[in-house]
């Protein structure tokens, strides 16, 4: 193990060069060697072949001059016998026989001529006549004394029409007086004499050949064309010795072979054989074992090549891995130093019986040492039981459980004083990863504190609201089921106090996100101060918050929270930055087990509670009680069905007449939603309105109204009635894109009709609000000639400045002041500055929900420009009110006069 030292050389010849370099070389060395002894061992062989072949062929020349030899021999001494007599007994009948016998086979025969030539006695029968006188050999012996045995040249056979060559062995005769007296002969012929045939089998050459010394051949035995051979191999070797052999080179011989020629003289005799080989014909009398031996050194060549090939496959192969080994541990080298764990590899040491003892650190990286306050190679070799700052028995049984189980992982906390990493003195997480290789065990340590901080402040953050820092929505739906069982097991009581912001929505949208923000985090103040410590309390989001009361005995600890809360609210009125807007709160309180027993249906049921208390006037609280749950229900259906009378015949346009307050004559009228349900009769817009307002469907009911609107304006205008212009109400929420006025364009350009026949009634916190593109549009609606009237004046925060910059057309008195006049101070004094402010800033004032003679008249009073209520008329039907529009005057007219009060502008 040493991936923490350097192990590559960098070289530039690829790392397998040096093995398949080697392997070449070697297998060429043992193939040149074995080459060579093979090549040797053939060729001492084939000179033993040679020496062989010289050898046989002296033998075998040998033998055959030795059977030649013998068959002269012979002859010889029949001749004698023949001749002796000749002499004495003149009789040679016997040696027909005899030789006959002795050389058998032979094809010969004995005569015997007279001194004239002519034949005397013949052993054997012939046609042929018998007559000699002229023959040489007998010319010979009839010239000389010489008694010893004549040989002949080679001569056709006279008396055979065979032609076959003959050889002739004669003696002379001599009479008493020692003349000449004729010849004793024996005929044989040249193949006879050669006697080639009987030992053929036996024969060591390819030709062989008996000669007179004269070099006339007798008798030759041997294909043709080393027959020719031989005439150019033969010359006179006899000069030279009695008998020899040489190798003829092959320069003489026209298939440029070299021969083994050899000879042999035949006795005492003027007679030699001799025997031609050529070199080929030896070796192919080898062929087999010279073959063999050829084969099997190719074979072990062969041999030596393949054992090479394979060998050095196996060696780069395993090379080739080294390799790649190799250069995983270089890699895993430098990942062990870039990584931002510790990593150890440690050995166990095995005690008696096996059992592990302890582990050594058989190596480890830069970070590993470090969190042990020491270096690389001062850790390497150390045992784990003698390394100071680790929790060694912990540690060596987490190594121990790594060898059982193969792979532990586990995350554990250090104790500050005992955290191994020097420069963190405050305890930590880490987190370790034990892996058994083959004989080591892996161990990566990782710091993961600072991911377990974010774990956990992941988690808080996932249930803890941003703004308010309270729990929230998530939070309550995990930890509820937990503290209705836990109120089970103490036997106690468990509420819901859901608590809903009443006109937040008012404030949000008149004084921005930022102000609304505000309200809520004082709010939130306000309510974390009005219940117990005990207490948990909740935003559910936007303006809900919900209270959770552990631990009570009855509904009186519920309702006594509630109150609490409630004044609480009431009382931060008196203080908040917010100033004139006043927000309460409406509650909802639902009790475990007594409502339900469903964390949900709880959760639900204090909704549906706090839904009842806004319907029963806001601002107080209401416990749950299950006929609410029908009310709620009744909500949505009524949301459900609200969406499909959108376009229908349900819903419909109303109108109620604006008149002047001192002529009494209509000056305009405004358009009032009314449906009619088929269920319920008829639904105020007091009630769908907000709920139109809840779901969206605002915008679909605008568009319906607007074009509703528009369809009756064009229908009046052809009949010709003077209705001045009708205003008609639009929610802030219409007013929040482009899309209103692109609309109110296309219908009023669709049924032709100018901008000044309508008006816009906007409630005063549409006219206050912060919002860039709500100013925009308004701005955009007022430069397009559109007049605006802000409804419902007085109730809400407006904005004087804003007033004056929008040029609003119009201030509508809200009706609580109206129907307060002459009840109650405050109203007074409020009609009575709306109409200065009002009648500074050229704005014309209407007042609404007019009821009663005494109310026209205080109005008049004020200046009031118009009257709208019921003393003049309700909202009615299109046609109905169509009937009203005549000219003629709907009040008493009086004539202006306008009425002094203290303080009032001139
Ligand atoms: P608003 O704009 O203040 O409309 C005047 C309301 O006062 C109408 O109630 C009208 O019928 C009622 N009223 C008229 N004269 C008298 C009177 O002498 N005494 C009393 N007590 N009431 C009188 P309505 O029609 O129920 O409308 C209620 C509110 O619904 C309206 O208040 C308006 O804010 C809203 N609304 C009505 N129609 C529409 C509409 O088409 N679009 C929108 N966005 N809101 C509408
Ligand atoms: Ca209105
Ligand atoms: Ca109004």
């Known amino acids: 193990m040493s991936f923490l030292k350097s192990s590559s050389e960098n070289s530039w010849y690829p790392p397998y060069l040096p093995v398949l370099l080697g392997w070449v070389g070697a297998v060429l060395c043992v193939m040149t060697l074995a080459g060579g002894a093979a090549y040797t061992v053939i060729r001492s062989d084939l000179a033993r072949q040679q020496q062989d072949a010289l050898y046989e062929t002296s033998v075998s020349t040998r033998v055959l001059a030795e059977e030649v030899a013998n068959t002269v021999r012979h002859i010889d001494q029949v001749l004698e016998l023949m001749r002796n007599d000749m002499e004495n007994i003149r009789s040679t009948e016997r040696f027909d026989r005899f030789l006959q016998t002795t050389l058998q086979h032979k094809s010969l025969r004995t005569f015997i001529t007279d001194a004239n030539g002519y034949l005397l006695q013949q052993a054997k029968v ?73 030992v053929e089998d036996t024969l060591y050459a390819r030709l062989f050949s008996l000669k007179l010394i004269d070099g006339l051949e007798v008798f030759t035995a041997g294909p043709p064309q080393e027959r020719r051979a031989l005439e150019r191999a033969d010359s006179d070797p006899l000069a ?209 504190s600072e991911s377990r901080k974010q774990r956990a402040a992941l988690a808080t953050m996932a249930v803890t609201d941003a703004l308010t820092e309270l729990p929230n929505r998530r939070w309550l739906i995990d930890q509820l089921p937990e503290k209705l069982s836990l109120a089970d097991k103490n036997g106690k009581q468990l509420a819901l106090l859901f608590i809903d912001l009443d006109n937040f929505k008012a404030v949000n949208d008149t004084l921005g996100h930022k102000a609304g923000d505000q309200v809520l985090t004082d709010i939130s103040d306000c309510l974390r101060g009005s219940v117990r410590a005990s207490d948990i309390l909740v935003r559910l989001g936007g303006d809900e918050f919900m209270v959770v009361v552990e631990a009570i005995d009855d509904f009186t600890n519920a309702e006594e929270r509630a109150m609490r809360v409630l004044n609480a609210v009431s009382r931060l009125n008196d203080t908040a930055s917010w100033g004139a807007f006043s927000v309460t709160a409406s509650i909802g309180i639902s009790v475990y087990p007594i409502h339900t027993t469903s964390a949900p249906e709880l959760l639900q049921f204090a909704d549906i509670a706090m839904y ?108 010709g009635l003077r209705y001045g212009r009708v205003s008609f109400n639009v929610s802030g929420l219409q007013i929040k894109n482009d899309r209103f006025r692109v609309s109110l364009l296309a219908c009023l350009t669709r049924f032709g009709l100018s901008t000044r026949s309508i008006a816009l009634e906007l409630t005063e916190s549409v006219l206050g609000t912060d919002s860039a593109v709500m100013v925009e549009e308004l701005t955009h609606l007022q430069d397009l000639g559109i007049p605006l009237e802000i409804d419902d004046f007085g109730t809400g925060l407006s904005s004087l400045a804003r007033l004056q910059h929008l040029q609003v057309d119009v201030l509508k008195i809200d009706k609580s002041f109206v129907q307060g006049l002459g009840q109650d101070m405050k109203s007074d004094a409020l009609c009575n500055a709306i109409h200065s402010i009002g009648h500074a800033l050229g704005i014309r004032i209407v007042a609404e929900g007019v009821e009663t003679l005494h109310q026209l008249e205080q109005l008049r009073k004020f200046g009031c420009d118009e009257i709208q209520g019921f003393l003049v008329s309700e909202a009615l039907p299109a046609h109905a009110v169509a009937m009203l529009i005549t000219g003629e005057p709907l009040l008493e007219p009086i004539e202006k006069k306008l009425m002094r009060f203290p303080g009032r502008a001139a």
């Open 126 to 198: 012939s046609d042929a006549v018998p007559y000699y006188a002229d023959a040489p050999f007998f010319l010979d012996h009839k010239k000389s004394l010489y008694r010893g045995m004549n040989i002949s040249d080679p001569v056709l056979q006279r008396e055979n029409a065979s032609q076959v060559p003959v050889m002739l062995f004669s003696r002379r005769v001599n009479n008493a007086q020692g003349d000449f007296a004729g010849v004793v002969a024996v005929e044989i012929t040249a193949e006879s004499l050669a006697g080639f045939d009987i």
């Open 612 to 719: 009842a208390a806004k319907a029963a006037g806001k601002a107080q609280y209401r416990i749950f009680n299950h006929d609410y749950a029908g009310a709620l229900q009744r909500r949505v259906q009524l949301q459900q069905d609200l969406q499909k009378a959108i376009g229908s015949e349900q819903l419909r346009l109303y109108f109620q007449p604006r008149v002047d307050s001192y002529t009494g004559i209509v000056t305009s009228l405004e358009a009032l939603a009314r449906w009619q349900h088929p269920l319920h009769g008829a639904i105020p817009p007091s009630e769908f309105i907000p709920l139109a307002e809840e779901r969206g469907l605002i915008i679909p009911l605008g568009e319906w109204i607007l074009e509703c609107l528009c369809r009756q304006l064009r229908a009046w205008d052809d009949a």
């Open 240 to 448: 030279q010795s009695l008998d020899g052999q040489r190798i003829e080179p092959g320069s003489k011989f026209a298939d440029g072979q070299n021969r083994i020629f050899s000879w042999q003289s035949v006795g005492s005799y003027p007679l030699y054989v001799v025997a031609l080989l050529p070199e080929t014909t030896a070796s192919e009398m080898n062929l087999d074992k010279n073959k063999f031996r050829l084969t099997t050194a190719v074979l072990i060549l062969l041999l030596i090549l393949v054992v090479g090939v394979v060998g050095c496959v196996v060696h780069l192969r395993s090379k080739a891995h080294q390799t790649y080994v190799q250069q995983i541990r270089e890699a895993f080298r430098l990942a062990a130093e870039g990584m931002q764990e510790a990593l150890y590899i440690v050995k166990p040491v095995y005690g008696p019986s096996r059992s592990v003892i302890d582990f050594v650190v058989e190596d480890c990286n830069d970070q590993a040492a470090r969190r042990l306050g020491r270096t690389q190679p001062e850790l390497v070799g150390k045992a784990i039981s003698t390394i100071a700052p680790l929790d060694n028995e912990q540690m060596l049984e987490f190594m121990r459980s790594v060898l059982k189980l193969g792979i532990v992982e586990d995350e554990l906390q250090i104790p500050g004083q005992d955290n191994p990493v020097p420069d963190q003195t405050t305890g930590g997480w880490i987190q370790r990863r034990g892996v058994k290789t083959q004989s080591s065990i892996a161990i990566t340590v990782r710091d993961v």
